[in-house]
């Protein structure tokens, strides 16, 4: 069965601290991995698209990797904006649909 | 350019009326997803639409059903609603089905079933 898990679940660090966040992942045919930023109370909001192992993209302070079996998320001296609900999800086989993990609630001080 | 809108933004219902929710996908957008988020289950497959037609469905039972229209406007309706049917209602929308392009999402229809 396909399946994405996170970690961690909630993370929290000072601003300047700079971490990583984790998306594993097993599936059958990845087409693609998507990362997403969610604030409360709003949708998803779009960050990257990776579609084969070694790819990598960057925005401002974030930086998605992906290998064969994981990706992740770089967060590079973040600031108390960049707090927010990060979702991992895939695009697998013949099908549209995405398949998300849990979450990783960022929490960022100053 | 206008994002995805959803509509409404947030809906009160009792047990077993139903209630029908809205998505207006980005202009030349034609492939609309529905999904469900709740805080145990996370973000949930609901259905996919293209051209007016159902193309994928997720693990739901029948009383989840939607639709899609010619403009590509889709919406769901949920029957006999059940207090666990209260969640967070997204959502997305792609440019066409079965190309790697990227999925957008709207604000959600919050539902609350009393």
């Known amino acids: 069965e396909d399946q994405v898990t996170q970690s961690p679940e909630a993370l929290r660090l000072q601003e300047g601290e700079s971490s990583s966040l984790n998306c594993s992942y097993t599936?059958?045919?990845?087409?693609?991995l998507f990362w997403y930023r969610q604030d409360p109370g709003k949708g998803p909001e779009f960050l990257f698209t990776?579609?084969?192992a070694g790819e990598e993209k960057e925005k401002e302070r974030l930086k998605a990797t992906l290998t064969k079996k994981e990706s992740f998320l770089h967060i590079t001296a973040p600031k108390p904006e960049d707090s927010a609900t990060y979702l991992c999800a895939v695009q697998a086989g013949n099908t549209d649909k995405l398949i998300f993990g849990t979450g990783t609630r960022l929490q960022v001080f100053p | 350019k206008a994002g995805v809108t959803q509509t409404p933004r947030y809906l009160i219902k009792t047990r077993g009326q139903q209630v029908t929710l809205s998505c207006s996908p980005i202009s030349g957008h034609r492939s609309v997803s529905w999904y469900q988020q709740t805080p145990g289950q996370g973000l949930q497959f609901l259905f996919e639409y293209f051209s007016e037609t159902q193309r994928n469905k997720g693990n739901f039972p029948g009383r989840f059903s939607g639709r899609q229209f010619s403009n590509s406007r889709s919406e769901m309706n949920v029957s006999t609603l059940e207090l666990g049917d209260s969640a967070l209602y997204l959502c997305?929308?792609?440019?066409?089905?079965?190309?790697?392009?990227?999925?957008?999402f709207g604000q959600g229809t919050r539902l609350t079933v009393v």
């Open positions: 990776l579609y084969s």
């Open positions: 599936v059958s045919g990845l087409r693609g």
């Open positions: 997305a929308s792609s440019l066409l089905p079965g190309q790697n392009t990227e999925a957008f």
